[in-house]
């Protein structure tokens, strides 16, 4: 294949298109092997909930004081996972950055698979998984309702509105890329597929005109949810008075760290993705850079919050407040506090060198390091304040067991199951939207050398 | 579109030679004229003037988001209103917490009923038959679409060709010459 930079401007829509296709081709080995893997992992996490649902709940390490353990990490971990998807796709749309282009659709499908794995958590920390539908305000025969002053659940409105609208904005950007494959993909069965999936598009003038429309909207909606969900799922711990969670600055220091924790996901999926799959043309260093300086930014803000309520918890006066983080610094957690603090706090800073951000090695080992950081925060902040509350006389500590660790792994394997089969079966670069930014194909640029 | 009329569609590789066909389309007569291109550009909204037409997009979004508001505020109002429980000391009826499922509610069924607005009226009411949609259009082509009585067919024709046209296709039909 000849220089991308050395072709015409419709050779390089074509070149898009091609590229695209060629990513939606017969997996190979290599791809069945990881899925394999993949798959193993999965069917061990679902073996080990099974096992819970079969024995009872005592098989997870979570019991008193501590009754949120990694179940509830889990869950935290991944919604937050989810919020940079939607941050690109609909903040930095509206903000008109060009860098969300190539990657957005990642960053979305990202986001929707994501969710659909926070959103077992839940459900897998009951006692009673069947009846998880008590918690959705129903018509009922004893006349019962919900309560809504309760900050549970203000987030099951709030997940699974962000679940049902990042899933119809991942479709909604996928139409025009979806027809694009049906007028080139052989096959009956495929071709039938991809024309219901596109509904009909053509390209129209008429179409695109409601369509950007459409989309701004969308957008303008997508951008607060982003900001409400993660603040409500602060909530789920800022509304009781445990020293360590009863603090006014949760919600911005979630939603940032939500950003910062989703924005290193991005990185760690598109580095291989852009290798495996030729994708040098589309997924740049300009890309790169951005997400990089966003994650400055937000790691900025996560590390400023841990400052804070380090200075508040002494300025304060509040001896539970204070004794709760001089713990979580030196006590038996002291660990993973530190991990936190290097790897999220310190680490992500070294992206102010350029060299170090066009690196693809070192940012793919940073963009881990922050997960790893990221979802530590999420163990320190609920299981350290559950161990040492007000009482000395109910003081505990919690190890979580290989049934809670087996979950968890299952749990990213089944993130990565979906993934996995969304780079073989969906566009995974928005072949419309780039197509905005490459230039447009016009005779009077290309002069004598074409015809 | 009218049942009796015919099509001929012109495709094109520059977006500035179809842009000029459609100006010199209009500037003779013809309006019915449909364009497709393989992304949104501003050049082709600007020739066909759809902006003066702005999109019913937005009252589906306007409708959709109040209503959600109202169904969020009317639902934990009334259900606790239906079985009045003290918890913490708080009145039955507390807007504070309430506004959360509000907006909630807000989003999710404004933009349910923008995505129904989408259908609607990008797709539903003026619809192209396949036989009249060429699938390069999807890739590095793009199209005019011109719907006009048969006598004037010959004349929509030269215009398409003069402007730098690569191919007419007639009802669908690739015509050669």
Not at chain 1, 231 to 251: E, K, L, Q
Not at chain 2, 116 to 139: H, M, Q, V
């Amino acid at each position: 294949m000849s220089d991308f930079n050395s072709l015409t401007a419709s050779q390089k829509y074509s070149h898009l298109n091609t590229t695209v296709m060629n990513m939606l081709t017969k997996p190979s080995w290599g791809w069945w092997t990881i899925f394999a893997i993949d798959m193993l992992f999965l069917a061990f996490g679902i073996y080990c909930f099974i096992y819970q649902v079969y024995t009872g709940l005592g098989v997870a390490g979570y019991s008193h004081p501590v009754l949120w353990g990694v179940y509830i990490t889990n869950f935290v971990f991944w919604v937050g996972i989810a919020h940079s998807g939607t941050l690109i796709s609909a903040v930095l749309f509206l903000f008109r950055a060009r860098f969300r282009m190539s990657i957005y659709r990642i960053a979305e499908a990202m986001t929707v698979f994501a969710v659909a794995t926070a959103g077992l958590f839940p459900i897998i920390h009951l006692g009673r998984p069947w009846n998880f539908y008590w918690l959705l305000p129903y018509p009922n025969q004893r006349g019962l309702w919900v309560n809504f002053d309760s900050p549970l659940l203000w987030d099951v409105f709030a997940v699974s509105t962000y679940a049902t609208i990042s899933s119809v904005f991942f479709f909604i950007g996928m139409i025009p890329d979806i027809a694009a494959i049906r007028d080139t993909v052989v096959g009956k069965v495929k071709k039938t597929f991809y024309s219901v999936a596109s509904l009909g598009w053509k390209g129209s003038s008429w179409e695109w005109g409601h369509y950007t429309r459409a989309y701004f909207y969308f957008a303008c909606f997508a951008t607060p949810l982003v900001i409400s969900v993660h603040s409500v799922v602060s909530w789920d711990f800022a509304m009781a008075n445990t020293p360590g969670w009863h603090t006014t600055i949760f919600p911005p220091y979630f939603v940032a760290g939500a950003i910062f924790s989703g924005l290193a996901m991005v990185i760690t999926l598109c580095i291989p993705l852009r290798s495996i799959f030729k994708l040098e043309d589309y997924i740049t260093m300009e890309n790169f850079n951005g997400m990089s300086k966003m994650i400055i930014l937000t790691s900025s803000i996560v590390f400023y919050a841990y400052l804070t309520e380090f200075f508040i918890a002494w300025y304060s006066g509040n001896k539970y407040e204070y004794d709760q983080f001089l713990y979580r610094a030196n006590g038996d957690y002291a660990l993973f506090y530190w991990i936190m603090m290097v790897c999220n706090g310190i680490v992500p800073h070294f992206l102010w060198w350029k060299k170090i951000r066009e690196n693809l090695k070192i940012l793919f080992i940073i963009s881990l390091l922050i997960n790893i950081g990221m979802w530590f925060e999420r163990f320190n902040i609920i299981v350290i304040s559950l161990a040492k509350e007000f009482e000395p006389g109910s003081w505990g500590l919690y190890k979580p067991s290989w049934v809670e660790l087996g979950i968890t792994v299952g749990s990213f394997a089944w993130f990565f199951m979906f993934f996995l089969i969304f780079v073989r079966t969906l566009p995974a670069l928005s072949i419309a939207e780039i197509k905005e930014i490459l230039p447009v194909p016009k005779k009077k640029q290309e002069g004598s050398t074409d015809e | 579109m009218n049942k009796d009329s015919q099509h001929i569609m012109g495709i094109y590789s520059y977006v500035d030679l179809l842009v000029d066909s459609v100006k010199k389309l209009r500037s003779s007569g013809f309006e019915e004229i449909r364009v497709f291109s393989p992304a949104p550009n501003h050049e082709i909204e600007d020739c066909l003037d759809t902006g003066k037409e702005p999109s019913k997009v937005k009252y589906f979004t306007f409708c959709g988001a109040i209503l959600g508001a109202l169904v969020g505020l009317a639902f934990t109002i009334f259900t606790s209103l239906d079985w009045p429980i003290v918890t913490s000391a708080k009145p039955i009826v507390s807007l504070p917490p309430y506004m959360i499922i509000v907006f909630e509610c807000m989003i999710l069924i404004g933009g349910l009923s923008t995505f129904l607005g989408l259908l609607i009226n990008a797709r539903l009411r003026k619809d192209t038959p396949p036989e009249l949609y060429d699938e390069r259009f999807s890739d590095d082509k793009f199209g005019i679409l011109v719907s006009c009585s048969a006598d004037q067919l010959e004349q929509v024709e030269n215009i398409l060709r003069d402007m730098g046209s690569e191919e007419i296709q007639i009802n669908g039909v690739k015509n050669e010459e």
